[in-house]
């Protein structure tokens, strides 16, 4: 990869991912390749106050609540959302370390990749 303007390469192509950073990661990539759960983070991160009932966000599915609850818990699972039952409903709120892996992942870097 050529470097442009000081700008190199993501953290994927500076060096090779070990083993278990590569299943680690698999996961959070299988997590959010689905247009459903993608969706579903955004609009957990993009809701005001950084956190979401799960009411606010079965109405913007035409999908029966069990499969939305489906898709939660694979992003839970994955780490990429948090959650807390207060009383009927469950809140939902992004854990940005994890977010964040998958942003770094591909964000290019200042300093070029040595070879």
């Known amino acids: ?3 442009t303007a000081g700008v190199c390469c ?3 192509a500076r060096e090779p991912l ?6 680690d990661l698999a996961i959070l990539l299988k997590a959010v390749a689905d247009p459903v759960r993608l969706r579903l983070l955004s609009m957990i991160g993009s809701h005001p106050g950084g956190e979401a009932c799960v009411c606010d966000l079965t109405d913007a599915f035409d999908l029966t609540a069990p499969t939305i609850s ?3 818990k694979v992003l839970r699972m994955a780490g990429l959302i948090g959650s807390e039952r207060r009383g009927t409903w469950v809140y939902y709120w992004i854990v940005p370390t994890q977010v964040a892996r998958l942003g770094a992942l591909f964000t290019p870097l200042a300093e070029p990749a040595t070879v």
């Open 70 to 72: 489906h898709h939660l």
């Open 1 to 3: 990869m050529t470097a």
């Open 18 to 23: 070990s083993e278990s950073d590569a299943a």
């Open 10 to 12: 993501a953290p994927i």
